[in-house]
């Protein structure tokens, strides 16, 4: 590390956070937008509450997007020209790496010297400008990984595709420079450690929060009335990106088997999916609907578009179980949004979902 953490017992005036793959302003549950998502977005929040001014750098997708928004009072979002008008897949974002630097970097040049306190990144592509930024600014870099190559690749679902070496370097290269590396959790604190040689002084670990104001407990049958299922009906549930690290197709095997073993469940059971494809699952956009069919529980199943605010709540409120079937997970927002709002959860007992989710009191937690 080239940066002393020289504001270490100050606070920060105003923050940088780069997000260069995808915004905090899109829905999540769709394209590249999920969990990290919601952990910009908030955590934003809560430090302009704190009277610390955000500023999140991300790129543009569409030339009708203003140069700056505002996400919520002190929190600006900068969408910063790199590459074509278009979303792009993870693969081809590396060639824009510099194009996007240098919008960061011309941004920042318009101010006085000092103008950022730090930098924030987030994911492994936010990381290779956030290193460059902090060398340039001379201010800290503290940076969120959200998920890791190795550990994915380690953990791939079947037919699905291992991260490129190019990312593995990227990530050792950020882990390297980083001043502080945030944690999920203690797992992956070790997994920095073990995998990528992390410094021990640069890891903390720092579990994310859930919104109580929105996800809480609430009347089952209004949620259900709202999405129009049976009062009586039998409902499990998915939220999320539609792909195979989220393992969707777990759970609609695990309804078929249901209603092998009890026939008599075919009547109320429902299957409620809501999320969209995103990732290698863009390559068979329909898959899923697919394997209903072939399942025979085609009839019983309902997907359901990426869901937002309210209509998300609805959905953990009306389900009797929230699967969480993830080969890998970071920590599983998920999981924690759905026990807020008083719905067990049935997840796999990877990464970050035996931290969320407690096992036997608030859901189960399933080995392999």
């Not at 430090?47 to 030339?63: C, H, K, L, P, Y």
């Not at 060639?95 to 924030?120: I, K, M, N």
């Not at 492994?124 to 503290?142: I, K, M």
Request: charged content about 20%; glycine content about 10%.
């Amino acid at each position: 590390m080239t940066i002393s953490w020289y504001r270490a017992a100050n606070r920060p005036r105003r923050v940088a956070v780069l997000s260069l793959h995808t915004s905090p302003l899109e829905q999540p549950g769709t394209g590249d937008a999920g969990g990290m998502n919601v952990y910009i977005a908030q955590t934003a929040r809560e430090m302009a509450r704190r009277g610390i001014s955000v500023e999140v750098f991300t790129r543009a997708t569409a030339s009708d997007q203003p140069p700056v928004a505002e996400l919520a009072p002190g929190v600006l979002v900068r969408h910063v020209p790199a590459g074509p008008f278009e979303p792009l897949g993870r693969s081809e974002l590396p060639a824009q790496l510099c194009a996007f630097t240098s919008g960061v970097l011309r941004t920042e040049a318009f101010h006085e010297p000092g103008y950022y306190d730090l930098v924030h990144s987030h994911y492994w592509l936010s990381g290779q400008v956030g290193w460059l930024a902090r060398d340039r600014w001379g201010v800290p870099l503290v940076h969120s990984a959200h998920t890791l190559a190795k550990v994915k690749n380690a953990a791939l679902a079947s037919g699905d595709t291992p991260e490129p070496r190019t990312r593995v370097i990227g990530e050792e290269q950020v882990v390297a420079e980083a001043d502080r590396l945030v944690a999920n959790t203690e797992v992956e604190g070790e997994q920095l450690m073990r995998l990528y040689d992390a410094d021990p002084r640069a890891v903390r670990t720092v579990s994310p929060g859930v919104d109580l104001e929105r996800f809480r407990p609430g009347p089952r049958a209004d949620a259900r009335a709202a999405l129009g299922l049976r009062a009586d009906a039998v409902v499990l549930a998915f939220a999320g990106r539609i792909q195979p690290l989220k393992a969707p197709d777990v759970l609609l095997h695990a309804a078929a088997e249901l209603v092998r073993r009890d026939p008599g469940l075919r009547d109320r059971l429902v299957v409620l999916v809501a999320g969209g494809p995103s990732g290698t699952g863009l390559e068979q956009p329909t898959s899923l609907r697919g394997l209903a069919a072939e399942l025979g529980i085609e009839e019983l199943t309902r997907f359901l578009p990426p869901q937002s605010g309210e209509g998300l709540v609805d959905v953990f409120r009306a389900a009797d179980v929230v699967a969480v079937p993830s080969y890998n997970e970071s920590f599983g927002l998920v999981a924690l949004e759905a026990q807020a709002c008083g719905t067990p959860v049935v997840a796999a007992r990877v990464g970050g979902l035996p931290v969320a989710v407690d096992h036997d009191v608030s859901g189960l937690l399933v080995a392999g």
